[in-house]
């Protein structure tokens, strides 16, 4: 790991991180750790989607496991928070890798992969609003109780440190990954699966292993959610909002780039936070931008956000570059 | 060390490979040969792994690896090229090779350092940290290449990485290829461009139709009537036979 | 076990919602076969013709069967210019990009259905919704009646545009080999959008004839969709027939499965066989072409 790629992740972590210490309002930090939390969501399906190029439709399976198995573990059996959230990141990776295997084995690529992992949430979402142990269509309401072992802070301050901290492990984490023997050959299965297997990288290996982290990094995202909010039902665990929103991050920041998930989470939430002010009364005028930004990233800036500031500095090295160039050519 | 005997390889009622057997000796450069549609490829492609015959057996270092799937036959020593170069777009020229290294080396400062070596062997040092889309096709050919040799395989399979470049392309890459095996690579190719095949080649096999029509010397195999035939058709051998005696 | 006279009644209302299915379905499959695309905004889509019939018949008195061709024409221009203008240039031809666009603007159309609607569900209000027609024990919805009838009808109606007219030709023509289509001197983003424009104006249709016995809100469509991809990739992708037996089969399973496992898990036996088929089927059941 350079410095020169580090440096941009430390600042952007120095101006979170401070953000408590300057800003005591509710709603902005409300705000921070509701887009932390989408984008830790959202690195989980970076993982897959973004450098694996296998992009999910279905990340609500993950994200609700980890929220539910969490929720069931600390209501009924009175376990530890942390410890929930360890054994909820478990099984969401199982999930993630069960997902995996059955779709990846059975050759689902593009457009089919995406299908099957929708249609994979739904069904999680429809046994969630059933079954009796998930509390079904009322859902689950954890206990209001502060305390470190609760995973429950009396300031939002807190929680944004520790939702930030996950966010940054996970930053390094897709960091080490972009250097690794891992990441090389999950880039390759991505862009070439016949290619990478001639150089004997095990395809299904390789995108089984992005599925299983990919799903667990969005499960603890999920446990994250529970602790903040205290409640879920399926529709918010399991619902297709999280699914949208984990793909969407991505694609806005940057796919498949360290920064990515981080940068777009921000943009949308601030864009759709700008939208709600100047029309408070429209209900919907949020996801609405989205929609439209999506259509544009696709259409305009494949590479999201960071792909655009990359061009334009290069732009601007260049016509610096061509000045200097001139004003010698002048003297 | 390489050996593969009697296969079939059919695709619903059409014959794209039928019995064909070829030998390839350690330490050897043996070509294969033969018209367009022939099955070359497709031979290719049962041997690396990645199509299973309808019959026959491939085996490699005295075992059957006739089931292994394609990437744990290039664990075990097997690498190919494609003829229709296939570069990973989003990656450098040096992650593109490194990619090739990863097999043997877990560390990625080890897996960088060989691939920067395989890099600079066959001529792309100047290139590694370009984007693998910005190379030329003779740059590709070299990559694709280059990608194969860092899997420091025992066998390599070229399918035409001679195509498509001019012939000063050709001169420069023909010592490289020699030097590989100079260096204990057996190499197995495909190739168009007989002045290359009769320069590198000891052994050399002819493909027609999905069926071997000949098998020796460079020098014998062009002599060789069928070969002729299978090239330029029917009667071809006798005509030209015809037209240098009477030139003579 | 239910009597023998519920369940062949919940196999005929099956019946009847599942030519409905295959109605939206065939938008879809046609779609898929031709572009080769997953349209994400289907559901979307659909949900923008039911409120069209909404307004129409409540603002208007238009009535939704003397509609149908009225609103078939729009959405016909809807979906050309759709894929023409967004869709095409946008994806710049990658699959992964179009089922994001695609999701682009079914978020777009939803949440503006949202913001003009508001969330509150609709439905017409007729006294025709009600009739009902005896055949021995059973109850028909004759409302439900015509909409089976009438999906039959379009179906077949496609089919024959398919197989017999030149557009339909050109249509199967690009779907087989785009670039020799495109050599022969068919303009295939034409045909992209004309092929679009009348998987929208199947929806159109099928808006129509679901509204008597249906509701509408501006997040309807999602129930639909995937109930739709499911037909699509039972009965094989890019196939008519297919997409009809698919819906029918689709809608006996929903019926059934919303009779032995109740209202809520109903809906997870679509979602099983979407999955199942996907997994070891992806051809489809019925799709032996596909």
């Given at each position: 790991m350079t410095l020169r790629a580090t440096l941009p992740i430390l600042i952007i972590l120095a101006v979170l991180a401070a953000i408590p210490l300057l800003a005591t309002s509710n709603s902005v930090l409300n705000f921070i750790v509701f887009v932390l939390i989408i984008t830790l969501a959202a690195q989980g399906w970076n993982v897959l989607g973004g450098v694996g190029g296998q992009s999910s439709f279905g990340h609500a399976a993950f994200f609700g496991t980890g929220a539910y198995v969490s929720a069931i573990l600390q209501s009924r059996f009175g376990i530890n928070a942390w410890a929930a959230m360890a054994i909820a990141m478990g099984v969401g990776a199982i999930v993630g890798w069960v997902i995996g295997f059955l779709s990846f084995r059975a050759g689902l690529r593009g457009s089919y992969f995406a299908l099957v992992t929708l249609a994979f949430a739904e069904v999680l979402r429809i046994l969630a609003n059933a079954a009796g142990f998930t509390g079904g269509a009322a859902g689950l309401l954890l206990k209001l109780n502060v305390g470190f072992a609760n995973m429950q802070f009396s300031s939002r301050g807190a929680f944004l440190w520790l939702a930030l901290s996950l966010v940054a492990l996970t930053l390094f984490l897709s960091q080490w990954i972009a250097s690794s023997r891992f990441g090389a050959q999950l880039v390759a299965v991505r862009e070439n699966e016949e290619a990478a297997r001639a150089l004997g990288v095990d395809v299904l290996a390789v995108k089984l292993r992005a599925i299983t982290v990919s799903a667990a990094i969005t499960a603890a995202a999920g446990c994250l959610y529970l602790q903040y909010f205290l409640y879920i039902d399926a529709n918010i665990a399991y619902g297709l909002w999280i699914s949208v929103e984990a793909l969407l991050a991505p694609m806005v920041g940057g796919k498949g780039l360290v920064l990515g998930p981080i940068i777009g989470a921000f943009t949308l939430h601030g864009l759709g936070e700008a939208a709600k002010t100047f029309a408070a009364s429209v209900p919907g005028i949020d996801l609405a931008i989205y929609g439209i930004i999506l259509v544009v990233v696709v259409a305009f800036a494949p590479e999201g956000v960071l792909g655009v500031l990359k061009k334009t500095q290069l732009w601007r090295k260049r016509k610096a570059h061509a000045a200097t160039k001139l004003s010698e050519e002048a003297a | 060390m390489l050996s593969v005997e009697d296969i079939t390889m059919r695709f619903g009622g059409l014959v794209a490979v039928g019995g064909a057997s070829l030998t390839v000796p350690k330490g050897a450069i043996v070509g294969l040969i033969g018209p367009n549609g022939a099955g070359k490829t497709t031979l290719f492609g049962v041997i690396a792994g990645f199509l299973k015959p309808t019959s026959g057996r491939v085996s490699f270092e005295g075992c059957d690896i006739t089931a292994l799937p394609a990437h744990v036959r290039a664990q075990e020593g097997i690498a190919r090229t494609f003829q229709i170069v296939q570069p990973f777009a989003g990656l450098n020229v040096r992650e593109n090779i490194a990619v090739g290294a990863f097999l043997r080396h877990r560390n990625s400062a080890d897996a960088h350092a060989l691939a920067d070596a395989v890099g600079h062997r066959v001529g792309l040092g100047a290139d590694l940290d370009k984007p693998a889309s910005s190379l030329t096709v003779a740059g590709r050919k070299r990559l694709?290449?280059?990608?194969?040799?860092?899997?420091?395989?025992?066998?390599?399979?070229?399918?035409?990485?001679?195509?498509?470049?001019?012939?000063?392309?050709?001169?420069?890459?023909?010592?490289?290829?020699?030097?590989?095996?100079?260096?204990?690579?057996?190499?197995?190719?495909?190739?168009?461009?007989?002045?290359?095949?009769?320069?590198?080649?000891?052994?050399?096999?002819?493909?027609?139709?999905?069926?071997?029509?000949?098998?020796?010397?460079?020098?014998?195999?062009?002599?060789?009537?069928?070969?002729?035939?299978?090239?330029?058709?029917?009667?071809?051998?006798?005509?030209?036979?015809?037209?240098?005696?009477?030139?003579a | 076990m239910y009597s023998l006279d519920i369940t062949l009644e919940a196999v005929l209302n099956g019946l009847l919602t599942g030519a409905v299915y295959a109605l939206i379905a065939l938008g879809l499959t046609l779609v898929y076969g031709v572009l080769h695309i997953i349209n994400f905004a289907h559901g979307a889509l659909l949900t923008t013709a039911m409120f069209a019939v909404w307004v129409a018949y409540t603002f208007l008195g238009i009535d939704n069967y003397v509609l149908i061709p009225f609103l078939a024409v729009i959405f016909y221009a809807l979906g050309y210019a759709l894929q023409r203008f967004v869709i095409g240039p946008a994806s710049h031809g990658d699959d992964g990009n179009i089922?994001?666009?695609?999701?682009?603007?079914?978020?777009?159309?939803?949440?503006?259905?949202?913001?003009?609607?508001?969330?509150?569900?609709?439905?017409?209000?007729?006294?025709?919704?009600?009739?009902?027609?005896?055949?021995?024990?059973?109850?028909?919805?004759?409302?439900?009646?015509?909409?089976?009838?009438?999906?039959?009808?379009?179906?077949?109606?496609?089919?024959?545009?398919?197989?017999?007219?030149?557009?339909?030709?050109?249509?199967?023509?690009?779907?087989?080999?785009?670039?020799?289509?495109?050599?022969?001197?068919?303009?295939?983003?034409?045909?992209?959008?004309?092929?679009?424009?009348?998987?929208?104006?199947?929806?159109?249709?099928?808006?129509c004839l679901l509204m008597p016995t249906f509701y509408v809100n501006p997040r309807v469509g999602g129930a639909f969709v995937l109930v739709a991809f499911t037909v699509v990739v039972l009965g094989g992708m890019g196939s008519i027939p297919g997409a009809l037996a698919g819906g029918l089969f689709i809608g006996v399973v929903e019926s059934l499965s919303g009779l032995y496992l109740g209202e809520s898990l109903g809906q997870i036996g679509i979602f099983l066989i979407f999955i199942l088929v996907l997994l070891f089927r992806p051809t489809g059941l019925f799709g032996a072409r596909a």
């Open positions: - | 694709e290449l280059a990608r194969a040799l860092a899997t420091e395989p025992k066998i390599l399979l070229l399918d035409e990485v001679l195509a498509g470049l001019n012939p000063s392309e050709i001169r420069d890459i023909v010592p490289v290829i020699r030097s590989i095996r100079d260096e204990g690579v057996t190499i197995l190719m495909i190739e168009h461009v007989m002045q290359a095949v009769m320069n590198l080649c000891e052994q050399v096999y002819v493909l027609a139709q999905g069926r071997m029509i000949a098998q020796g010397t460079p020098q014998d195999v062009c002599e060789d009537p069928h070969v002729v035939e299978a090239y330029l058709g029917r009667g071809a051998a006798e005509r030209l036979r015809t037209v240098g005696a009477n030139h | 089922l994001l666009v695609t999701l682009g603007i079914s978020i777009v159309l939803e949440n503006a259905l949202l913001a003009i609607f508001r969330s509150d569900t609709r439905s017409l209000t007729s006294d025709f919704s009600f009739e009902v027609l005896e055949v021995g024990p059973l109850l028909i919805s004759k409302p439900r009646l015509i909409g089976f009838a009438a999906a039959l009808v379009v179906t077949l109606l496609l089919w024959l545009v398919l197989a017999r007219t030149d557009t339909g030709k050109a249509i199967r023509a690009v779907a087989k080999e785009k670039l020799g289509a495109s050599l022969v001197g068919i303009d295939v983003r034409h045909i992209y959008a004309v092929t679009f424009g009348i998987g929208c104006a199947t929806l159109a249709v099928a808006a």
